[in-house]
């Protein structure tokens, strides 16, 4: 069975940094670009970052690029976001997902996602 | 950036019947357009993709068509556990971004 199991949410203080993890199973890790969405309370689903298989560029939007970087280690197959100068803003679940095809080109859009770790920023 | 406008934000359908989403983007994004749904607690769904596919294991009620800027999602004859957000996402261009949902409840 294919599965994404997110860790690594906390509490935290603006300003400060976490990493999220997300671990996968049940499909070749390595050949899937991976995706993290977030999706504040009570809002809609915003896209974070996708880090593309096989060694392409890194993507981001524009909230959070400078302040986040995504990672993956397909020896562990472990995505990660290094969460860095948190804002309150910043306050979401945050869901991984794989995306739906294999290998490089246009298509991301996700078929499997995990349940999303809770990040909490507050002082 | 691509906005994706969805409309209308809440729409109040009986079991049974029909029910129509639209999903309008800012600019073109041909056919790189997919649909999810989201329960309440729940990680969303991916229901369609490349506008009018389904995805495995979605039901033969739930139906995408469009293509540029006009994209409709079409649920026939409401089942109880359709009723959810759903969600428009384009793909076509970086950033990726999604609608703001459209929220089908029982009416």
């Known amino acids: 069975e294919v599965q994404l199991l997110e860790s690594g949410g906390v509490l935290v203080q603006p300003g400060g940094s976490l990493r999220l993890s997300c671990a996968a199973s049940g499909f070749t890790f390595s050949t899937y670009a991976m995706t993290w969405v977030r999706q504040a309370p009570g809002k809609g689903l915003e896209w974070v970052s996708t880090f593309s298989a096989s060694g392409g560029d890194p993507h981001y939007s524009d909230s959070v690029k400078g302040r986040f970087t995504i990672s993956r280690d397909d020896s562990k197959n472990t995505l990660y976001l290094q969460m860095n100068s948190l804002r309150f803003e910043d306050t979401a679940l945050y869901y991984c997902?794989?995306?739906?095809?294999?290998?490089?080109?246009?298509?991301?859009?996700?078929?499997?996602w995990g349940k999303g770790t809770t990040v909490t920023v507050s002082s | 950036e691509i906005v994706m406008t969805q409309s209308p934000v809440t729409l109040s359908v009986s079991p049974g019947e029909r029910a129509t989403l639209s999903c309008r983007a800012s600019q073109s994004v041909l056919s790189n357009l997919a649909w999810y749904q989201q329960k309440p607690g729940q990680a969303p769904r991916l229901l369609i993709y490349g506008a009018s596919s389904r995805a495995t294991g979605i039901p033969a009620r739930f139906g995408g068509s469009g293509s540029e800027t006009e994209f409709t999602l079409t649920i026939t004859s409401l089942q109880s556990e359709d009723f959810a957000v759903y969600y428009c996402q384009q793909y076509n261009s970086w950033p990726l971004t999604f609608g703001q949902g459209t929220k089908v409840e029982i009416k």
């Open positions: 997902a794989k995306r739906a095809v294999s290998g490089r080109g246009i298509g991301h859009y996700m078929d499997v």
